[in-house]
């Protein structure tokens, strides 16, 4: 059985007025108390009611084979049925008023997750948080399938890079020219090479000058340590307030003291990072291009690896490693994975090693081409 999904009150209307008998439908966090008296007349078979409000007198006419799956009353909503955005992520926030970030859902929201342990012991909340992560998958999948496969490139890198080290805006171009190119940018959504993915997205189509001057506002607060980083953020969203692109930033709670981007127009925020890790890996089929970085990154690239070698998605996208240095000195990885390659350690990796944006942009290029 193959459930039609229904995520907006407009949908849920169109099926209410047009059937007597709804079936194998899926309803996610939608009210269905706007129809008053006239929904307990329709009946329903064979549906999942996801968080969903009902009048009275539904619930216990609702047939057999549908199954409720109660709200449950926590900081965070278990049925998200949207990406989230800086809109809802950062509600309330004042420009200018660093503090006003307390009032925001992602602060209140990070503050529950601390306040009943990383891991938690309640089966109610480690309930709602699985609940809640499955919802947000299904959201992202909804919308990375407006995307072919081989558009879909994420860009991973360390979370310290300052906004005012040269690294950051060369993230940026990379980025910026990619969208321009008709890919969807992806990262980790936090700050660092992450931010810069999504600065990048933001102003494509714009004239390179006013990339330039959004990065010399956000080098006012270089680190996200710093108390303006995310006043900067929407210093330069206040200026530059719209986009013709879309990005998305797939950032988790457990890294909560780092504040998501909202440079990124689409946010899949999760509580488990593992699903977070694994999932951001597994949709940039594309293409990944490993920017400096250090624990976390270097765990991405072996992940990364061990995907394409068993052909997991049943595709091996190509490994980029950014700034050839780093990755054959400072972290000889580059050359440890072409020693097993060679080796027969590892099979159907597609590795290169570049130092411009031009060559990062051809390697991504070259590959789409393949695939057609």
Known sequence: MNYIEIETQEKLSEIINTNTVISNYAFQNLNFNVFGSEVVQKEFKNCLFLGCKFPDGLICSIHSTNYIFPELKMPYNS?????????NLYENYELGN????????????YDHFITSGKEASDIKETLARRLHDHSITDALYD?????????????????????SDPGFTTVAKISKTLTEKGYLLLSGGGPGA?????VGAWFAGKPESELTDAIQILAEAPSYKDKLWLDKSFEVLHKYPDTKFE???????LYGHEPPTPFATKIAKYFANSVREDGLLAVAKG?????????????EIFQDATQNHYMSFDVASPMIFFNSEYWTEKYPIYPLFKKLVKEEKYANLILSLCDSEEDV????????????
């Open 79 to 87: 049925y998200v049925n949207k990406l989230y955005t800086k809109a």
């Open 98 to 109: 660093p503090e006003s970030y307390q009032l925001t859902l992602d602060k209140k929201i």
């Open 143 to 163: 919308f990375l399938d407006l995307y072919a496969d081989d558009k879909k490139v994420a860009i991973m890198g360390g979370h310290s890079l300052l906004r």
């Open 194 to 198: 992450m931010e810069a993915t999504h």
């Open 247 to 253: 990005s998305v930033g797939i950032p988790t709670w």
């Open 287 to 299: 293409g990944i291009v490993f920017t400096p970085g250090s624990a976390g990154t270097i765990q």
């Open 361 to 372: 942009v051809k390697e991504i290029e070259a590959f789409t081409i393949k695939q057609q």
